[in-house]
């Protein structure tokens, strides 16, 4: 075989190897935050995302709608769930932006991936009244006023 094919046939190996670890990262990483959402999130906000009426906001074609807006993105790390959550910033991350794209992947398309860093920064300062602050970010994003 000549040098030149021969480097090339190994060149197309390594670059099926990287791929194929590549996609079998990717499946791990799907598989843990999936796991975790089950663990630790699931509980309230139902395997479908559904969450309860009322009490604990749905998942599905809602997470993402408001994650360019950065309270949003900020209060999503601070909600005590996942501020409080028994994972560390690096699971959480990876947590988080799964949550995005599995159940709002339409709306996620442009997500900036939460990374551990930021995570660790936004549990320090988790929000004491989830509702109320949801409901100001709501507001804000609509243009309507906040009634005190």
């Given at each position: 075989?000549?040098?030149?094919?021969?480097?090339?046939?190994?060149?197309v190996?390594?670059?099926?190897?990287?791929?194929?670890?590549?996609?079998?990262?990717?499946?791990?990483t799907?598989?843990?935050?999936h796991?975790?959402y089950?663990?630790?999130?699931q509980?309230?906000h139902?395997?479908?995302?559904?969450g309860?009426?009322?009490?604990?906001?749905?998942?599905?074609?809602?997470?993402?709608?408001f994650?360019?807006?950065?309270?949003?993105?900020?209060?999503?790390?601070?909600?005590?769930?996942?501020?409080?959550?028994?994972?560390?910033?690096?699971?959480?991350?990876?947590?988080?932006?799964?949550?995005?794209?599995?159940?709002?992947?339409?709306?996620?398309?442009?997500?900036?991936?939460?990374?551990?860093?930021?995570?660790?920064?936004?549990?320090?300062?988790?929000?004491?009244?989830?509702?109320?602050?949801?409901?100001?970010?709501?507001?804000?994003?609509?243009?309507?006023?906040?009634?005190?």
């Open positions: 075989m000549h040098r030149p094919l021969l480097l090339f046939t190994i060149l190996a390594c670059a099926s190897a990287a791929a194929a670890g590549a996609e079998a990262d990717d499946a791990d799907y598989r843990l935050a796991l975790d089950m663990l630790h999130c509980g309230c139902m395997a479908d995302g559904s309860v009426e009322g009490t604990v906001p749905p998942l599905p074609g809602e997470v993402g709608k994650i360019a807006s950065p309270e949003w993105r900020d209060y999503l790390i601070q909600v005590p769930g996942a501020s409080q959550a028994l994972i560390d910033d690096e699971a959480l991350a990876r947590l988080m932006n799964w949550i995005v794209r599995r159940f709002d992947p339409e709306n996620a398309k442009d997500l900036k991936p939460y990374e551990a860093a930021e995570v660790g920064l936004l549990r320090s300062q988790p929000v004491t009244n989830p509702t109320e602050v949801r409901r100001q970010i709501i507001a804000e994003i609509q243009g309507t006023p906040v009634e005190e």
